[in-house]
């Protein structure tokens, strides 16, 4: 018999604890997706529910369990947390959130059972206990109700304070919305998507629709749109230029694409990357989408192996993914402060190889999913100091909600995920560093 969602929500926290697989590539496992609809939607919410929830989960099992959770097996205490995350956030039978997860702990440990019906049947009962007080206790309120890991809370709240990061964590515990992007190569995509129970409104990324709807994965597959958020269509809008536009950390590829479609017939875009599992990836939505003016190649953008100028490159750089702890909720309980510094090193090192590669007059567009300075203003100010020949461009007049002198940011409570744009130009000869019109 096929596992079930329950079982296999299980499986999926079990095996993201091991570090080695990414939450994105274990629900696109063949089981995962051998669900209908209805359950894979299911399982989705369980695994990124409990994940977002998980610091106020504990919070209150701690209070209900007879034991300190640091005694408890990880994989009953993952079962727990699924029960938990149905009796208080899911519209599901409270027996069968019980029973169920009861049965997913006997599965790991047999003698569990009793204390996983204990603590749960508790919880049926007598409910959470109440939330800190946000103003009278902000640490005490991130780290429970906040969900926030205490490195992250203590940082944010030194950083931008207390209030601001109670803001920044209610945001990133909601269901980020759903944004698409039509495909121009099929005339009539916004009929099909519509025909398809699609409802979609503008935002103000232009081409970005906040969408809704059952068949939007369906729509995706058979090439009609992309689903990608404003704010990654955003950094795609702002690198994209006539001519030939190297992505170079392109997958999953949706960013090349926009910038190929904005650009028209007289751009072309190489799509780079260094996973050859990812250049398959990019391969198949290149050819899906019916992208012909853009080319996927192996390569390192640490060394780039091009030998002619761009007349733009857009660096999406690894990141911590901070911006995006609502999507991926896995790296609030995977990040460590140090990754915040390694991944600053290898962005500078990522501009340092790629940014030869602008012609004068060429745009360099530096971006992250990140919210930390060191990611962001310290790599861009610093690499603008060692380089006089870059400086910053004025945003365009759409971007213009977006900025923060002199780059482009989204933050959470803006809705979708946050991210950093530094728009650069390469000057054509020697001059001060100015903002090029």
């Known amino acids: 018999m096929a596992p079930s969602a329950r079982a296999l929500a299980l499986e999926t926290l079990r095996r993201l604890a091991s570090g080695r697989v990414t939450l994105s590539d274990l629900l696109a496992r063949p089981g995962p997706e051998a669900l209908d609809e209805r359950e894979r939607a299911f399982l989705h919410e369980l695994v990124l529910g409990t994940l977002r929830r998980r610091g106020w989960l504990d919070h209150v099992l701690g209070r209900l369990s007879s034991r300190p959770l640091g005694q408890v097996t990880a994989g ?97 515990l909601e269901t980020p919305p759903t944004h698409v992007r039509l495909n121009p190569h099929v005339p009539d995509a916004l009929a099909l998507a519509a025909a398809e129970g699609v409802e979609a409104r503008e935002t103000s990324v232009p081409g970005a629709l906040l969408a809704s709807g059952p068949r939007l994965v369906d729509l995706a597959r058979r090439g009609v749109l992309y689903v990608q958020d404003a704010g990654a269509q955003a950094v795609a809008l702002l690198a994209a230029s006539e001519g030939l536009v190297l992505d170079a950390c392109a997958a999953p590829g949706g960013k090349a694409l926009l910038i190929a479609d904005a650009g028209g017939p007289r751009t072309h875009v190489i799509a780079a990357e260094a996973s050859p599992r990812r250049v398959e990836t990019l391969a198949r939505l290149r050819s899906r989408w019916g992208a012909a003016n853009v080319s996927v190649v192996a390569g390192d953008a640490l060394r780039p192996p091009f030998a002619r100028p761009f007349d733009a490159v857009l660096l999406d750089a690894p990141c911590s993914g901070l911006g995006t702890l609502a999507r991926n909720p896995d790296l609030r309980w995977r990040l460590a402060p140090h990754d915040i510094a390694r991944h600053g090193d290898r962005q500078r090192r990522l501009l340092e190889s790629l940014s030869p590669l602008v012609r004068p007059g060429g745009r360099l567009v530096y971006a992250t999913c990140s919210l930390e300075p060191e990611e962001n203003e310290e790599v861009v100010g610093g690499f603008l100091e060692a380089h006089a020949e870059f400086a910053c461009e004025a945003l365009p007049p759409w971007a213009r909600p977006f900025h923060a002198a002199p780059f482009a940011r989204i933050l959470p409570s803006d809705g979708g995920d946050a991210f950093f744009a530094a728009r650069l130009r390469r000057l054509r000869g020697p001059g001060a560093r100015v903002v090029v019109p």
Not at 103 to 116: D, I, K, N, T
Not at 150 to 169: D, F, M, Y
């Open 76 to 172: 009953v205490l993952d079962a727990l947390r699924l029960g938990a995350y149905q009796l208080l956030y899911l519209r599901v039978p409270p027996h069968a959130a019980v029973s169920e997860s009861v049965e997913l702990a006997r599965q790991v440990e047999p003698r569990s059972a009793g204390f996983a019906n204990a603590v749960l049947r508790r919880l049926q009962r007598e409910g959470p206990p109440p939330e800190p007080d946000p103003a009278a206790d902000p640490l005490r309120w991130l780290t429970t109700a906040g969900s926030l890991p205490h490195w992250l809370a203590e940082r944010w709240c030194s950083r931008v304070g207390p209030g601001p990061t109670v803001e920044r964590a209610r945001a990133l």
